[in-house]
């Protein structure tokens, strides 16, 4: 079987005999309860050009009446971070902003999309 490992030999995330019980790194909403953070999570590829992975997290909003945010969280050589490095907020309150986020890469294009 082989060995999958997060940003650096030194940190697995999975190994052969599966996932680790203990979680590699807790994120927790900034905004609230109701903001449904977490809600939808993909990996964003490598936003900062570091060599390490990142993730984008959308936080919908709509238990809360907000308008809807989208974090992205940088990996490192040590994991993820637990802090985000950047915020969207959604153009108006009820919108669903940040319900689905993901990574985009159209074909023949070096550039980094995210679709939230």
């Given at each position: 079987m082989e060995?999958?490992?997060?940003?650096?030999?030194?940190?697995?995330?999975?190994?052969?005999?599966?996932?680790s019980p203990t979680p590699a790194a807790t994120l927790t909403g900034p905004d609230g309860i109701g903001s449904l953070f977490g809600?939808?999570?993909?990996?964003a590829g490598d936003v900062n050009g570091d060599a390490y992975a990142d993730v984008v997290v959308g936080a919908e909003a709509t238990g809360s009446g907000g308008p809807g945010w989208a974090y992205v969280y940088l990996g490192g050589a040590t994991g993820l971070a637990t802090s985000p490095a950047v915020r969207w907020v959604g153009p108006e309150n009820g919108g669903a902003f940040g319900r689905t986020v993901a990574n985009v890469v159209p074909a023949r294009i070096a550039r980094?999309?995210?679709?939230?």
């Open positions: 060995t999958v490992t997060a940003t650096s030999s030194s940190r697995r995330l999975s190994a052969p005999a599966g996932l809600r939808s999570v993909a990996g980094l999309y995210l679709a939230i």
